[in-house]
């Protein structure tokens, strides 16, 4: 016969006693009172019910009288029921969480789980999700996308009709290069984003007028719209909205609710990691570009160009007159951003057929 | 004097689970009686056993009856009665019992002086605090948590839910009060359950609002019309899965009344221009605070508007101080002063939170108990900056300290003001209730939570 010290707790009021459980050939079950031993329960060890382990925390033993035994004499219960086929399997789960070697395994395997997941899963899965779901999915999500950006930063086109359909014509070849891609092009007075132009998941592709009016040859143009051809081709609107929505899961999935954490801070890995995410989507559309610029045999240097006079300009109108050199404090704002430092980008936009400045000297 | 005087009365009832004969030997041995009173007691029609006293005592008298098995009832002596009514009855015999006194002092030694002080008959009974304690840690915290999470990485998430009772059977052990810890009961199936039907939803809302923003605003206005319903089964199925001494907790909050708090004072909040969302959130306090229970006893919020309207007039006027400085900062300071918005949401995350809990628990009563919060603004927001600081630096893995960290210093800081014996609570008969609702709430993070 084997004792175990702890109380009796019998369910019907919050009054306790302390109590012994004294179990005979390890199926019969009898509670008595610590100190004048009388029968307070009885029960065979096939009724009652014995919850697993979990650190210290004292467990409760259930009898079917609807009673409970507290007990923290643990070492002395796992062993009582350590030959029943479901405490073994509830036994392991503490064996994992109280061995250091488990735990040491555990942790590695998950900051590994978690790397691999957000570096490659998450932007893997979101892609082949967006190209099995048909293109036509975005394009409420576009259209209401637009119609708020009218609505707050974004003004009607100020440019001439004959100069937007001058370059809608410039952009035909473009759009023949492409066939598989649908392509629709609109114009808007950029307002506070300035010099610009992005790709919805639609197919639309908004140019500002400050972007058109920074442009000093045509190809600049059509290089931008190959970039944004590239992202829609490449379909990052859907797959961004898909790795947001996984990223934000995974996270949700490893805290469970942060309290005891200032919660605005909890975005900044989501942050960072969609940042960087978006990095990734910029380079592939500049790639897309210089394979089309290489194909129509425009010079790569005019999409170079145009970045550098946009920077230019961004700095001018903010005070700052010089673009920063590469510090320290550089490639912390470089984790920030939505887009690859522009230097490292007009790097790879090298080549002659260019004014002076971007390329090498054509004399 | 026109203080009420109560009576302690026996009609020779017997409460459910006792016989007539465990009754009888446990009051002679309570009240040292003689076989002979006993009889007399029991066998009377109807019996004042205690007259002229205050409720408080009267109500001491019934609990100690109760435990040991008879059924007593506390009557209000009418005025005209006073004179008359015989006040040397049984008391005579009970005021003098030593062994009473003794048994007493056994079953309850922590309120031995509260109940020493009773049957003495100096005071009526005086409140004494009794701390609530965490004795989790951190490094035993993580353990559970890694395997936790790797465990439910392996599974594609199944084990989540019983990651999910682990971690609340972790804190909840921990937690105790009077020698004796809380204990989480629900059953991960359970939650499993209400977790994939949850999951589903969420997947189809986020789906929808990406791709076809009017059935996604559809789900909406379906979740917010279920919210009530969501709310109610949410307090209830985690109240009934906690007991503490093998009582459990229950919450008795009706979907109109819910409705009120989570939707139509919100709403009235909104049309006011936010005039009246401190009283909204009051009312949200209140409903869940009054409608939960220990066993069959119910909670009680004292708490009034006014408190709320303070907390949330100080809040406002701290964040527009704040942007105000701020603002008027970052031209000459630059960044620096962006680190000093960082502190001002900080001091606001605080102040918010200290008001809140200590408000609503300093406000909660349990029969004729009460708690006592003390937060510190000071103090836990130090503990909320260096808890998101580790969890910086560590990439996260500080998580589970910071749990701790949390856990301890707001149980810590929680004391149970008691008046007499915190053994006479009694359960109470219930129906099952799923986890779905509250799976649904956590999934949309709907901030509730006692």
């Known amino acids: 016969m084997k004792t175990l010290h702890g109380t009796w707790y019998d369910g019907k009021t919050s009054c306790h006693v302390p109590a012994i459980a004294n179990i005979s050939e390890e199926v019969s079950w009898r509670i008595l009172h610590a100190e004048n031993h009388a029968l307070l329960s009885t029960a065979s060890t096939s009724t009652i019910q014995v919850p697993s382990r979990i650190g210290n925390t004292p467990r409760f033993i259930s009898f079917p009288c609807g009673g409970k035994f507290k007990t923290t004499d643990h070492a002395a219960l796992d062993g009582l029921m350590g030959n029943q086929k479901s405490s073994r399997y509830r036994q392991m789960i503490y064996a994992l969480e109280s061995k250091k070697s488990w735990v040491l395994l555990a942790l590695v395997t998950v900051m590994l789980v978690v790397y691999v997941a957000a570096r490659f899963g998450v932007p893997a899965t979101a892609k082949s999700a967006a190209f099995l779901l048909p293109p036509s999915v975005g394009d409420l999500a576009s259209k209401q996308a637009i119609a708020m950006l009218d609505k707050s930063i974004l003004a009607p086109s100020e440019l001439e009709d004959r100069q937007k359909e001058k370059i809608l014509q410039n952009f035909t070849s473009v759009f023949s290069a492409h066939p598989a891609v649908d392509i629709n092009i609109a114009f808007r007075k950029g307002g506070p984003i300035g010099a610009n132009a992005f790709a919805l998941p639609s197919g639309t592709i908004l140019f500002t007028d400050e972007m058109i009016e920074l442009a000093e040859h045509e190809e600049e143009l059509m290089a931008v719209l190959a970039h944004e051809i590239g992202h829609v081709a490449h379909r990052h609107g859907l797959r961004m909205i898909i790795q947001d929505s996984l990223l934000a899961f995974i996270v949700v999935f490893i805290t469970g609710d942060a309290s005891g954490v200032a919660d605005i801070f909890m975005s900044l890995p989501i942050v960072l990691t969609e940042r960087a995410y978006s990095r990734g989507f910029e380079e592939e559309a500049d790639l897309f570009a210089r394979e089309y610029l290489n194909r129509a045999q425009i010079p790569l240097c005019r999409f170079a160009a145009l970045l550098e006079r946009i920077e230019t300009h961004r700095l001018s109108k903010t005070g700052e007159t010089q673009p920063k050199s590469p510090t320290k404090e550089a490639r912390w704002h470089d984790y920030l951003s939505t887009h690859p430092d522009t230097k490292s980008r007009i790097a790879k936009f090298q080549s002659t057929g260019c004014e002076k400045r971007f390329a090498i000297p054509s004399n | ?450």
């Open chain 2, 1 to 450: 004097m026109s203080i009420t005087a109560y009576r302690v009365v026996y009609q020779g009832e017997v409460l459910e689970g006792f016989t007539l004969d465990q009754v009888k030997k446990a009051v002679a041995k309570l009240f040292n009686l003689g076989k002979e009173k006993v009889d007399k007691l029991f066998g009377s029609h109807r019996i004042i056993i205690k007259s002229n006293i205050q409720k408080k005592k009267a109500d001491y008298y019934r609990q100690q009856l109760s435990k040991a098995g008879a059924r007593v009832y506390v009557e209000k002596i009418p005025s005209s009665d006073v004179a008359v009514d015989d006040p040397s009855t049984i008391i005579e015999e009970i005021d003098r019992a030593a062994p009473l006194r003794n048994a007493m002092a056994k079953a309850a030694s922590a309120k031995s002086i509260a109940a020493e002080k009773v049957m003495s008959g100096t005071t009526s009974l005086e409140k004494h605090p009794v701390a609530f304690k965490f004795s989790g840690n951190g490094a035993e915290y993580f353990k559970i948590w890694i395997v936790n999470i790797l465990l439910s990485i392996i599974t594609i998430g199944i084990y989540s839910a019983w990651a999910k009772v682990r971690t609340r059977r972790y804190f909840y052990g921990n937690t105790a009060i009077d020698g004796a810890s809380f204990d989480y009961q629900a059953s991960p199936t359970a939650i499993l359950k209400g977790r994939l039907i949850a999951v589903a939803f969420f997947m189809a809302y986020s789906l929808a609002s990406n791709y076809a923003p009017l059935v996604g605003i559809a789900l909406m206005l379906l979740f917010s019309t279920l919210m009530p319903w969501l709310v109610v089964r949410s307090l209830s199925f985690n109240a009934r899965m906690s007991a503490y001494k093998n009582i459990r907790f229950g919450f008795d909050g009706r979907i109109g009344e819910a409705a009120k708090a989570f939707l139509l004072w919100p709403f009235l909040a909104v049309l006011t221009l936010g005039i009246l969302s401190p009283y909204a959130f009051y009312r949200q306090q209140r409903f869940i605070v009054s409608n939960s229970r220990y066993g069959t006893t119910s909670f009680r919020f004292s708490a009034t508007p006014g408190p709320y309207y303070a907390m949330f007039f100080m809040v406002t006027l701290i964040a527009i101080g704040g942007v105000a400085l701020v603002a008027s900062l970052v031209p000459f300071f630059g960044p620096a002063a962006v680190l000093l918005g960082a502190i001002f949401y900080l001091f606001i995350f605080a102040y918010f939170n200290v008001r809140m809990i200590n408000l609503r628990y300093n406000h909660a009563h349990l029969a004729q108990h009460h708690f006592v919060s003390r937060l510190e603004i000071s103090s836990y927001a130090m503990l909320i900056l260096t808890n998101t600081l580790g969890m910086v630096l560590t990439l996260g893995l500080f998580y589970p300290w910071a749990q701790v960290r949390t856990a301890q210093y707001k149980i810590s800081r929680l004391q149970f003001q008691t008046a007499g014996n915190l053994d006479t609570f009694v359960a109470a008969q219930e129906k099952q209730v799923s986890a779905l609702g509250q799976e649904i709430g956590d999934v949309f993070d709907i901030e509730i939570g006692l």
